[in-house]
């Protein structure tokens, strides 16, 4: 019995069924187990970040004028540019050829003050402006050869920040795009030479008014007679009395420049030399009796 007893303690434990091993396999992955989604979720929004960082330079912001903000746009289109000039490696050298000056909307503004209408295109990204000049009346779109969708015209242009003489050339998509663009160039130029003609009649009034006001006030002039003793009394009347007192002014300026002429004559020769007397007038002599010089 005692042998028996020894037997059964040395024995090893009996290894464990599958159903024993299943059941351990769970409760271990249950200890192990993640929390829930919504656990998680809550744990998420509970955590609010607290760092900030302040900017190095503070930038304040600049309003941007493109001077276009007093203007009205009369037609717009999306066009390719060229412009007839020297490239920089022919600088100075007086070889021109067509250089590509990009593509962009060109506009027709005109300005709700005065009136101007001028051409404005910018490059479509860079916003760099490439032609920019005023509407001539005098100007001609020709038609580029071998193209009916181009126009080339010469204008002054202020794109580079200088005035400049520029030959431009301008590419649409089609023909009609092109056409419509010419007609809307003429328009301008129509309104361009109106505004110009009322600006000249203006002009020639205010002139023939300067000229009016210029002769009423010679016509108030007084001019005293030569010898006449006059004193002042009232302007001329008439054409003719306007005309004498003028051919009177002019006889009263020559005997002042006889008269200083006279004096400087006087001055500079020799006062006992025997020379031929000059003719002396009543002008010459007041001159004479007031700078003390003899006969």
Same mark, same amino acid.
């Given at each position: 019995?005692? #042998?028996?007893?020894?037997?059964?303690?040395?024995?090893?434990? !009996?290894?464990?069924?599958?159903?024993?091993?299943?059941?351990?396999?769970?409760?271990?992955?249950?200890?192990? +187990?993640?929390?829930?989604?919504?656990?998680?979720?809550?744990?998420?929004?509970?955590?609010?970040?607290?760092?900030?960082?302040?900017?190095? =330079?503070?930038?304040?912001?600049?309003?941007?004028? =493109?001077?276009?903000?007093?203007?009205?746009?009369?037609?717009?289109?999306? /066009?390719?540019?060229?412009?007839?000039?020297?490239?920089?490696?022919?600088?100075?050298?007086?070889? #021109?050829?067509? $250089?590509?000056?990009?593509?962009?909307?060109?506009?027709?503004?005109?300005?709700? *003050?005065?009136?101007?209408?001028? $051409?404005?295109?910018?490059?479509?990204?860079?916003?760099?402006?490439? +032609?920019?000049?005023?509407?001539?009346?005098? =100007?001609?779109?020709?038609?580029?050869?071998?193209? %009916?969708? /181009?126009?080339?015209? *010469?204008?002054? %242009?202020?794109?580079?920040?200088?005035?400049?003489?520029?030959?431009?050339? &301008?590419?649409?998509?089609?023909?009609?795009?092109?056409?419509?663009?010419?007609?809307?160039?003429?328009? @301008?130029?129509?309104?361009?030479?109106?505004?110009?003609?009322?600006?000249?009649?203006?002009?020639?009034?205010?002139?023939?008014?300067?000229?009016? !006001? @210029?002769?009423?006030?010679?016509?108030?002039?007084?001019?005293?007679?030569?010898?006449?003793?006059?004193?002042?009394?009232?302007?001329?009347? =008439?054409?003719?009395?306007?005309?004498? @007192? &003028?051919?009177?002014?002019?006889?009263?300026?020559?005997?002042?420049?006889? /008269? +200083?002429?006279?004096? /400087?004559?006087?001055?500079?020769?020799?006062?006992?030399?025997?020379?031929?007397?000059?003719?002396?007038? !009543?002008?010459?002599?007041?001159?004479?009796?007031?700078?003390?010089?003899? %006969?």
């Amino acid at each position: 019995s005692s #042998r028996k007893m020894s037997t059964e303690e040395t024995a090893p434990p !009996a290894a464990p069924t599958q159903e024993q091993e299943v059941a351990a396999a769970s409760a271990a992955g249950a200890e192990n +187990a993640e929390p829930a989604p919504a656990a998680a979720a809550e744990e998420e929004e509970a955590w609010e970040p607290s760092a900030q960082f302040a900017p190095v =330079t503070q930038l304040d912001e600049i309003e941007v004028r =493109t001077m276009e903000e007093d203007e009205d746009v009369l037609y717009k289109m999306r /066009s390719r540019l060229f412009v007839f000039r020297e490239s920089m490696l022919n600088q100075g050298t007086g070889n #021109r050829e067509w $250089l590509d000056r990009g593509i962009g909307e060109v506009k027709l503004l005109k300005h709700r *003050t005065h009136g101007k209408i001028r $051409l404005l295109m910018r490059q479509e990204r860079t916003l760099k402006i490439v +032609a920019n000049h005023v509407i001539h009346p005098s =100007t001609r779109l020709e038609p580029n050869a071998g193209s %009916d969708r /181009s126009w080339v015209w *010469t204008a002054y %242009d202020f794109a580079d920040g200088e005035l400049a003489e520029e030959v431009f050339a &301008i590419r649409f998509k089609n023909s009609e795009i092109a056409n419509q663009f010419k007609d809307a160039y003429e328009a @301008a130029q129509a309104q361009m030479a109106a505004q110009e003609g009322a600006e000249g009649a203006a002009d020639g009034e205010a002139k023939a008014d300067e000229a009016d !006001a @210029a002769a009423d006030a010679l016509a108030g002039l007084s001019v005293q007679g030569e010898g006449e003793g006059e004193g002042e009394g009232e302007g001329p009347s =008439t054409d003719s009395d306007l005309q004498a @007192a &003028i051919d009177r002014r002019h006889r009263v300026r020559s005997q002042r420049r006889a /008269s +200083a002429a006279v004096m /400087s004559a006087e001055l500079d020769s020799d006062h006992d030399s025997e020379e031929e007397a000059l003719p002396t007038t !009543a002008a010459d002599a007041h001159v004479r009796e007031r700078y003390g010089l003899a %006969d």
